[in-house]
């Protein structure tokens, strides 16, 4: 009776065994399909082409190696599964942190791109002819987007579509601004020329208030990162007072958890005091 009960656990855990791999691997397998996407999305959108699928086995292999040194060398569950979460949720972080910045680096250039355009067309030129004499003497990321524009029109789509598809690309406060100019003008029938110099004009106001916010809010910005530096500054003074601190603190699984904690309440005060001093200038 023995044997058929051991038997019968034994095969119950084999079967939960595997119906949980199944549905690890099921989860796994979504979470590729579902990375490899958006990897391919934030890339297109940064005009960088190329095969995405290998992302993946580079992600996979990457976080597999970290995981494994962080296990060789601390033998924490914890940490080890950690590094793995980092692993995982670190490219997409970067990939939007750079979409995030080339938005910024775009709207910076917007003024001095909508100037240009307005000089050629009052000079006589087409909008062609205008985005040519951009392109030619300007800088990515601009030149990027302005010469899709300027490919579309060629292809038949007008100078309005071509500016609606570029705010759906470019998700930024200041296009969106260019956008709603743009069809006020055409709608009304305004001339294009002043309305993209007003334009421009309103921009480099506001790129200049943002500058002065930005600069006024500095001193808030320095002082989290200072608070944020305590706790280690702390930590290393303490060693220099008594080594066995900092060898109870590395070597044991309790002082690694609290190493782990103290790491994690790090991010989320950075994180918190960084949207404390994010002022928005609307």
């Given at each position: 009776?023995?044997?058929?009960l051991?038997?019968?656990?034994a095969?119950?855990?084999?079967l939960?065994?595997?119906?949980?791999?199944?549905?690890?691997?099921?989860?796994?397998l979504?979470?590729r399909?579902?990375?490899?996407?958006?990897?391919?999305?934030?890339?297109?959108?940064?005009?960088?082409?190329?095969?995405v699928?290998?992302?993946?086995?580079?992600?996979?292999t990457?976080?597999?190696?970290?995981?494994?040194?962080?296990?060789?060398?601390?033998?924490?569950?914890?940490?080890?599964?950690?590094?793995?979460?980092?692993?995982?949720?670190?490219?997409?972080?970067?990939?939007?942190?750079?979409?995030?910045?080339?938005?910024?680096?775009?709207?910076?250039?917007?003024?001095?791109?909508?100037?240009?355009?307005a000089?050629?067309?009052?000079?006589?030129?087409?909008i062609?002819?205008?985005?040519?004499?951009?392109?030619?003497?300007?800088?990515?990321?601009?030149?990027e987007e302005?010469?899709?524009?300027?490919?579309?029109?060629?292809?038949g789509?007008?100078?309005?579509?071509?500016?609606?598809?570029?705010?759906?690309?470019m998700?930024?406060r200041?296009?969106?601004?260019?956008v709603?100019?743009?069809?006020?003008?055409?709608?009304?029938?305004?001339?294009?020329?002043?309305?993209?110099?007003?334009?421009?004009?309103?921009?480099?106001?506001?790129?200049?208030?943002?500058e002065?916010?930005?600069?006024?809010?500095a001193?808030?910005?320095?002082?989290?990162?200072?608070?944020?530096?305590m706790?280690?500054?702390?930590?290393?003074t303490?060693?220099q007072?008594?080594?066995?601190?900092s060898?109870?603190?590395?070597?044991?699984?309790?002082?690694?958890?609290?190493?782990?904690v103290v790491?994690?309440?790090?991010?989320?005060?950075?994180?918190?005091?960084?949207?404390?001093?994010?002022?928005?200038?609307?």
């Open positions: 009776m023995h044997y058929v051991l038997m019968l656990a095969l119950s855990v084999s939960l065994t595997i119906a949980l791999q199944k549905k690890i691997w099921s989860g796994v979504s979470y399909k579902a990375f490899t996407k958006n990897a391919q999305t934030d890339f297109r959108s940064l005009f960088l082409f190329f095969d699928s290998v992302i993946w086995p580079v992600v996979l990457l976080s597999g190696v970290l995981a494994l040194l962080v296990w060789v060398l601390t033998h924490h569950v914890i940490l080890t599964f950690a590094m793995l979460a980092i692993c995982w949720v670190l490219p997409q972080f970067l990939l939007k942190w750079a979409h995030k910045r080339r938005i910024k680096r775009f709207e910076m250039q917007l003024p001095d791109a909508l100037f240009s355009i000089s050629n067309l009052r000079a006589g030129a087409s062609s002819a205008a985005l040519s004499a951009l392109l030619e003497y300007s800088q990515a990321p601009l030149t302005f010469g899709l524009i300027e490919r579309e029109q060629r292809l789509v007008t100078f309005v579509d071509a500016f609606k598809h570029l705010s759906v690309r998700k930024g200041a296009v969106q601004k260019i709603a100019a743009v069809l006020v003008s055409y709608q009304t029938g305004g001339e294009l020329a002043q309305t993209l110099d007003l334009t421009a004009h309103g921009l480099q106001a506001d790129l200049h208030a943002q002065r916010l930005r600069a006024l809010t001193q808030g910005v320095m002082q989290a990162w200072v608070m944020a530096a706790p280690i500054g702390l930590a290393l303490m060693h007072l008594d080594e066995g601190f060898e109870h603190l590395f070597s044991t699984t309790v002082g690694q958890s609290i190493l782990l790491g994690l309440l790090e991010i989320v005060g950075l994180w918190w005091l960084s949207k404390i001093n994010r002022v928005s200038y609307a």
